[in-house]
């Protein structure tokens, strides 16, 4: 909640500040949900992109999600509005705790519906809360986006502290930085690229017995 309301206002002022109604940014976080997706809207609407450029650019930038998906197919349940939900609201922040969570937790489905529910409810609210304030009162919003990078540390030390497996760690460290040095305005999906070619490699060669 602390992560996600600062950055949904951020994300409000922002859009306000293009002239539209404040009433779109909470919608956008109904509809889109997808944070990285919307700040990049911003600029897109901004500069004037066409739908066809603004479609390639969401397809790019949210193409890490499907490997999540694919990671927590098998704890979402095989039907139902609740399945489609989930797979909708799917984002980093919600992944992690989906996977920090033992998949056999007793109510796990209601946890996951309750779990994304929260979350997105948290940034629709943000979202609603610095669009309809910048709209009555302009203020200054640099700092606010640090938010999300506290966010994902918590969700890192979270994450290294219900390991079982370091070495995961170290795979997913060396894949990152090696991207960022290879292709740093893309190193997102060449390191999960990176560390999935990696876990393939180590399975085909027995790694998972060991």
């Given at each position: ?6 950055l949904g206002m951020a994300f409000g002022v922002l859009f ?18 997808a944070g990285s997706a919307q700040f990049m809207a911003v ?88 669009a309809s304030l910048q709209s009555f009162y302009a203020f ?71």
């Amino acid at each position: 909640m602390f992560g996600y309301i600062p950055l949904g206002m951020a994300f409000g002022v922002l859009f306000q500040s293009l002239g539209y109604h404040w009433i779109f940014a909470p919608l956008a976080g109904v509809v889109i949900y997808a944070g990285s997706a919307q700040f990049m809207a911003v600029g897109l609407l901004a500069a004037g992109v066409s739908y066809a450029e603004a479609f390639i650019a969401t397809l790019v930038l949210n193409s890490r999600h499907m490997f999540y998906g694919l990671s927590v197919m098998g704890r979402y349940p095989t039907r139902g509005l609740s399945r489609w939900y989930l797979i909708f609201g799917l984002t980093d922040e919600t992944y992690s705790l989906i996977t920090a969570r033992p998949p056999q937790s007793p109510g796990n489905v209601h946890y996951l519906v309750y779990l994304t529910g929260l979350n997105q409810s948290y940034w629709v609210i943000g979202c609603a809360l610095g669009a309809s304030l910048q709209s009555f009162y302009a203020f200054d919003s640099r700092g606010f986006e640090f938010a999300l990078v506290a966010l994902f540390l918590v969700l890192l030390i979270e994450q290294v502290r219900t390991m079982n497996q370091r070495w995961l760690l170290a795979v997913a460290l060396s894949t990152s930085v090696l991207a960022y040095l290879l292709t740093p305005n893309q190193f997102l999906l060449v390191a999960i690229g990176l560390c999935l070619v990696t876990l393939m490699v180590f399975i085909r060669t027995g790694g998972d017995h060991g």
